[in-house]
């Protein structure tokens, strides 16, 4: 279970939770519409690459004070590093070269059901029946908004080859987030996703050069490198410090429903930025999400809320 103590030593679980799918809503349209000049491959070793650059300063001090502790985890560290950057990420941007991005979501926002049923079946760790019934209404929520308030384009709904790397993709997920348990308590969050990073890579090496010498090279372009580096920095380093800062907090099965957020910032994105119209269907999808949203984590904000300082 999650630390109360901890949840009130810096930003609110919640807040961080929040940021996080925002990050990651973002770098899924960097994904798809990149998709032509970056392979996936490349995609998940530049970024982690440009992440692992603007840590570096930062986690080297903390990697050889933490050295004791990273050695002593390092079977979890290596696990987690290789499902949680490496594998999870390529999955993720190889099949957004074969679906789309709107498929990409509506299979996604079924993380929250994934981390419960992992957390149940390998913890043993179950939600109360108002809890689940929150994680019922938000996805019910993602899923209005996604077929546009239509039974009928749900059903129609059906699944390539895109769409199965993309549903294992979340399951590298959902592992990793509720294998965040065996992160040592008391090691530095930069120090732990220094180290990972560094594992993500090293798995991602010789995917990346074969794709390069068999597949498709990179086209290297200004556009190309300004989005690695801002989703090295937001999608990669600040997306998951705080996803794993939230999951400490209040533990995995929460947290993983904030995921259903991340349609929810792609509708206000392009209502604000993109001048797209804004439907009822989206609006009660909206509210359904942040309903469930708010029944689920009553219970987490009464314990934090009620916890000594």
């Not at 929150?134 to 039974?151: D, E, H, N, P």
């Not at 090293?202 to 074969?210: N, R, S």
């Amino acid at each position: 279970m999650y630390s109360a103590r901890a949840a009130n030593a810096g930003a609110s679980p919640f807040v961080l939770l929040t940021l996080a799918p925002f990050f990651w809503a973002c770098n899924w349209i960097v994904g798809r519409g990149l998709s032509g000049d970056i392979p996936p491959f490349a995609m998940t070793f530049y970024r982690w690459l440009f992440a692992l650059v603007i840590l570096a300063p930062f986690a080297l001090p903390r990697v050889r004070r933490d050295w004791p502790l990273l050695r002593a985890r390092w079977k979890a560290m290596l696990l987690l590093g290789a499902i949680g950057i490496g594998s999870h990420n390529a999955l993720a941007y190889l099949g957004l070269n074969y679906t789309t991005a709107t498929n990409g979501v509506i299979l996604n926002s079924f993380i929250p059901v994934m981390i419960v049923a992992f957390s149940w079946i390998f913890l043993r760790e179950r939600l109360s029946s108002v809890q689940l019934a929150g994680i019922a209404i938000s996805l019910t929520g993602v899923l209005t908004i996604l077929s546009g308030g239509s039974l009928a384009a749900l059903i129609a709904f059906r699944l390539n080859g895109g769409d199965l790397l993309i549903v294992l993709s979340m399951a590298m997920w959902s592992a990793y987030t509720i294998g965040l348990r065996w992160r040592p308590p008391t090691l530095d969050m930069i120090t732990f996703l220094f180290a990972i990073a560094c594992v993500g890579e090293l798995v991602m090496l010789p995917f990346y050069i074969g794709e390069a010498m068999f597949g498709r090279p990179m086209i290297w372009t200004w556009s190309s490198i300004t989005a690695l580096v801002a989703v090295g920095l937001f999608s990669s380093v600040l997306a998951y410090i705080f996803w794993n800062r939230g999951v400490d907090q209040v533990g995995a099965p929460v947290a993983g429903l904030f995921v259903h957020l991340m349609p929810v910032f792609g509708i206000v994105l392009a209502w604000l930025v993109l001048d797209e119209r804004l439907h009822a269907f989206h609006l009660i999808g909206i509210a359904l999400i942040l309903t469930g949203i708010t029944i689920t984590t009553r219970k987490a904000r009464e314990t934090i809320a009620a916890a000594p300082d």
